[in-house]
């Protein structure tokens, strides 16, 4: 397996990495291992303001990146190691087994118990440490997933807000599951780089080939990052349709612009046609019709 060695903690540069190798390189078995500051990860089919409080993740500086492949929200920080697999697809997809199998077996060689889930995650002890999901183009698979390392646990609860609650929407909602970090299960301590050292020579051998990316394909990486995963219309607009309850009125939300208020004739005048980005909302209605709007 070739290793693609990650200098950067953007999760859109990353994914950006991923989806390059994915639909460009078309043959060959490749291992990418990236770490990110704090992001909300929200999967490809889903609604980011029914996922996450918009304005909870602005004050805390949490970015929101929509990955091209299904599943539910996950959260990153440099406590989380991602890990990516891009291979030829096999005769059955999805082809969770053959991605997750060589990851247990190297962290039940630490000494960690952990087993594959009935959602093709990876569990122990009943907690969830790995959320997992596949992206397939032509005959070429990408598996990637996280391992909650030494994670904070406790800032996916602080800003999923009342987002749920508040959006009705066709979107794929994220089922939260209980997690736990593996980190207190080492028999012997290891910080985190030490710990990614030993996934990349458990899955890709003690000399790995390595490929790092042409300045020409830097270049192409950094449009694609520019153009999609760094981009609103992609993180955002990109959600399905929903409406949005806000106490005293609702608004209908379709490719991130509000396209009906009701209950509310002033605040439908005020607010038709006008995006759902703090900017724009801030432009056009009070400060506290725009908490209203992104809690």
């Not at 981009?231 to 396209?259: E, L, M």
Request: charged share 25%.
């Amino acid at each position: 397996m070739i290793y693609i060695p990650s200098t950067t903690t953007s999760a859109a540069d990353n994914l950006a990495a991923e989806e390059y190798l994915l639909t460009r390189c078309t043959s060959g078995e490749f291992l990418m291992l990236w770490k990110s500051a704090p992001t909300v990860v929200i999967g490809k089919f889903q609604n980011a303001w029914g996922e996450v409080s918009v304005e909870e993740i602005l004050r805390r500086n949490i970015t929101l990146v929509r990955r091209n492949s299904g599943g539910g929200t996950v959260y990153h920080d440099e406590g989380n190691l991602n890990f990516t697999m891009i291979a030829d697809r096999g005769e059955n997809s999805p082809e969770y087994e053959r991605f997750l199998t060589p990851v247990i077996a190297a962290l039940n060689k630490l000494g960690i118990p952990v087993k594959m889930g009935d959602a093709f995650d990876i569990t122990v002890d009943g907690y969830k440490v790995s959320g997992n999901a596949q992206s397939v183009v032509k005959n070429r698979v990408m598996h990637h997933g996280t391992l909650l390392f030494d994670a904070d646990l406790t800032v996916l609860s602080g800003i999923t807000g009342h987002a749920n609650a508040d959006v009705q929407s066709k979107a794929i909602q994220s089922n939260p599951s209980p997690v736990c970090n593996l980190r207190p299960y080492l028999k012997h301590d290891m910080d985190i780089a030490a710990f990614a050292d030993y996934l990349k020579t458990e899955l890709c051998g003690e000399h790995p080939e390595i490929r790092t990316f042409t300045e020409e394909e830097s270049a192409e990486l950094e449009r694609l990052r520019d153009t999609k995963y760094a981009a609103w219309d992609w993180n955002f607009a990109r959600s399905p349709a929903f409406t949005k309850s806000c106490g005293t009125f609702s608004v209908f939300v379709k490719g991130g612009i509000i396209t009906a208020v009701t209950d509310n004739d002033e605040l439908a005048y005020m607010l038709t046609g006008v995006r759902m980005t703090p900017e724009d909302l801030r432009a056009a209605v009070p400060e506290d019709i725009v908490h209203l709007l992104l809690r």
